[in-house]
């Protein structure tokens, strides 16, 4: 049962391929989150959801893509994947009626070759 | 200037001691502070949050908050080697958009 998760938890693709990172979260959160983490540590944010509709969407390349097919779902799709698209990417939680305090998912750990 | 700026280390504290990691922000506007910890290879699990100035307490933890310098510390008192791992450093923006500092490593050596 757990309250947010990934599929797939690693992912190693080739430059030039198209993927798709999976979320869920079964917390009822109205806002979902997508952050990249580096090989440094830092984590930066990507995109936001509340209730489908996007609210953040920092400058990343138009490359990526996120799909919220309802408020439990945020996906990130990444077309002609880069060398330095390798990273860990977390999917984030929060209801917003509870206060700002987000709760991560496991992460997926992409390797671009 | 970075928008969460903290001392990446590596800091070394002895098994018992306290460890006190800084973090200064740039966004004056900042409403909610979280300090998240990271082991290696995990994802950030949310350890404290403060709102107003001045201490929050929790165990062993305590946050500190003082928005007219912009900073916020965690003291960790009676450190652990379990303690040891990475501390974010989490500022909440206008529209609940979060900034992390790049985190500041510890090791607690016993």
């Known amino acids: 049962d757990t309250a947010v998760s990934q599929t797939p938890k690693y992912l190693v693709t080739q430059m030039g391929n198209d993927k798709s990172i999976k979320c869920e979260q079964n917390?009822?959160?109205?806002?979902m989150y997508w952050y990249k983490q580096d090989s440094k540590k830092f984590l930066k944010i990507m995109f936001s959801?509340?209730?489908?509709?996007?609210?953040i969407n920092e400058t990343v390349p138009n490359r990526f893509s996120p799909k919220s097919p309802d408020k439990a779902h945020l996906n990130l799709h990444i077309n002609s994947l880069e060398l330095g698209d390798s990273a860990v990417y977390f999917c984030?939680?929060?209801?917003?009626?509870?206060?700002?305090?987000?709760?991560f998912g496991p992460g997926t750990r992409l390797t671009v070759l | 200037q970075k928008e969460v700026e903290q001392n990446s280390g590596p800091l070394s504290v002895p098994e018992g001691a306290i460890a006190s990691l800084n973090c200064t922000y740039s966004?004056?506007?900042?409403?909610?502070f979280f300090w998240y910890r990271q082991y290696s290879g995990k994802s950030p699990e949310l350890i404290m949050s403060?709102?107003?100035?001045g201490d929050k307490e929790d165990g062993r933890f305590t946050a500190q908050l003082n928005k007219a310098s912009q900073y916020v510390s965690l003291l960790i008192r009676d450190s652990q080697p379990s303690d040891s791992a990475t501390y974010l450093c989490?500022?909440?923006?206008?529209?609940?958009?979060?900034?992390f500092g790049a985190g500041t490593r510890l090791t607690v050596k016993p």
């Open positions: 984030a939680s929060r209801a917003k009626s509870l206060g700002t305090t987000q709760y």
């Open positions: 989490a500022v909440n923006r206008a529209n609940n958009d979060m900034r």
């Open positions: 403060i709102y107003s100035n």
């Open positions: 917390l009822g959160h109205d806002t």
């Open positions: 966004d004056r506007v900042s409403q909610s």
């Open positions: 959801y509340n209730n489908k509709e996007l609210i």
